[in-house]
């Protein structure tokens, strides 16, 4: 405990050791005006000052859409997907829960998570400057993977709070069907304010392309980059972010709640199969904003992230659907839809980087690792992870975010790492790339499972996590909402 403590309080100072918040310096997610200024004023006198870049009507209709389909994933996709996993006297609760975790975070990541998320500040969180949005308005725009191309900043922030709002609920089927509903949206705020955010702007908080004209520029633009984008980790679309970071907390939720009541003693099987294949189905092709929109733009890249997705989740399902034959004698459509949402997991952090052909094999080994990860390590963990958080996306993060290290380097059909001084794809080092990536992993495994401790003793000290027996016997529909998902 002390230990852990420790770590903690040391992580926090990291986090909030202030640097001097600078108020007008580049980002990715800030106006990008900084690099066409210092041009102008490089230039004669008498020539005519570039024009500021304007947002392509392309790009920002595809990040809409984008958008919106992320949206589709939290509030009928995720709900119907673990509701349906749940048993008939806790629908409900689990249809409650991912609408209001998404609504209320949604509201938070206006007030003040976009400004941490997306301003400078250290390497580890951003500032203040623009703290409910101050300062955003229609005509200012945020960079995006393209030297002089941007986009309307409010379509950019609202596609950064459907990742914000659906990755805390991603965590609640770690511990479903014995969690009161109070409990749960306060352990979200804080997880959402002392994981999310910092996260966030430690992967994908960058000085934007605009601000990599020579090597001393890129050493400038450096000092108000996350602290992991700085150390190289490559996360196209959120495997650190996302899919470790709820992982780890689930689990640190599942062990600190403890199992269900009767939990291998009593059926808790799932009660509607076909209600998880809908909502499974919604994700996956929800996913292709989630993946394919972090291109930020309407081009090639996006191609690439829209094919990988479709071939991994493919490729996962196969495999997840021939190993529980194998093992299990029968395939089931549980484990199908398991292996899709599997294969959409692990190649989320490598979308837009790796080869159709790599693609193809981290779905494979996906669907096969993310089986044991259900089956095996569950066992060997003793834990009651409900709806298998942790084995799916905390496992398939991490196996994920390695192998994005791999199969990124172009001799196996990535696309390497673009150098935006040489206006290249810089030498590609796999060991070192590598190294980069297991510093992502670790980060998040570290600082979700510290947050998460932290957060559940919180709550646990002040409102208490678990519902009473009788309640958790009754189900959380009728005991927390007073209504029923059916009626005979």
Request: glycine share 12%.
């Amino acid at each position: 405990m002390k230990r852990i403590l420790a770590l903690a309080t040391l992580l926090f100072a990291l986090c909030f050791a202030m640097p001097g918040w600078a108020d007008d310096a580049p980002a990715a997610a800030a106006t990008v005006s900084a690099a066409v200024d210092a041009a102008a004023s490089a230039a004669p006198a008498a020539a005519t000052p570039a024009a500021a870049p304007v947002p392509n009507k392309g790009d920002t209709a595809w990040l809409i859409t984008a958008t919106l389909l992320v949206v589709m994933m939290a509030a009928p996709g995720l709900g119907l997907f673990y509701g349906g996993m749940v048993r008939s006297k806790n629908m409900l609760s689990i249809l409650m829960q991912t609408l209001v975790i998404f609504c209320l975070l949604g509201v938070l990541w206006a007030v003040y998570g976009y400004s941490l998320a997306f301003t400078d500040g250290n390497a580890f969180i951003g500032g203040f400057d623009k703290l409910f949005m101050k300062g955003v308005t229609p005509d200012t725009v945020v960079a995006t993977f393209s030297k002089g191309v941007v986009l309307p900043e409010y379509i950019f922030a609202s596609f950064e709070l459907t990742f914000a709002a659906i990755t805390p609920a991603l965590i609640i089927g770690g511990f479903a069907e014995r969690i009161k509903f109070t409990a749960v949206l306060a352990f979200m705020v804080l997880w959402f304010t002392f994981s999310y955010i910092p996260m966030a702007h430690m992967v994908w908080y960058w000085a934007g392309p605009d601000a990599f004209t020579s090597a001393e520029a890129a050493e400038k633009a450096a000092e108000v980059g996350g602290f992991l984008f700085n150390k190289g980790a490559l996360d196209f679309a959120g495997g650190t972010v996302v899919h470790i970071n709820a992982g780890i907390a689930a689990l640190i939720g599942a062990f600190m709640i403890g199992p269900r009541l009767g939990y291998r003693r009593e059926s808790m099987a799932p009660h509607s199969l076909t209600m998880t294949m809908v909502g499974g189905s919604l994700l996956w092709v929800g996913w292709f904003g989630f993946n394919v929109g972090s291109s930020l733009e309407a081009g090639a890249t996006a191609g690439l992230a829209f094919f990988n997705t479709l071939v991994a989740t493919c490729a996962a399902t196969v495999s997840w659907t021939l190993i529980e034959a194998v093992f299990k004698g029968k395939p089931s459509m549980l484990g199908a839809i398991s292996g899709a949402i599997a294969g959409l997991v692990v190649i989320t952090p490598a979308c837009g980087l790796v080869g159709p052909m790599g693609a193809i094999i981290m779905g494979l080994l996906g669907g096969l690792v993310c089986y044991w990860g259900v089956n095996g390590l569950k066992r060997m963990l003793g834990m009651d992870d409900t709806l298998d958080v942790f084995g799916v996306h905390g496992v398939g993060g991490i196996l994920g975010a390695l192998l994005t290290g791999v199969f990124a380097s172009p001799e196996l059909g990535g696309t390497g790492v673009y150098d935006y001084v040489a206006n290249a794809v810089a030498p590609y080092d796999m060991s070192a790339q590598l190294v980069a990536q297991a510093w992502g992993v670790g980060t998040a495994v570290v600082w979700s499972g510290v947050v998460s401790y932290i957060a559940f003793k919180l709550v646990d000290l002040t409102i208490g996590l678990r519902v009473g027996e009788d309640a958790e016997r009754e189900g959380l529909d009728l005991s927390t909402h007073g209504e029923s998902a059916y009626h005979d």
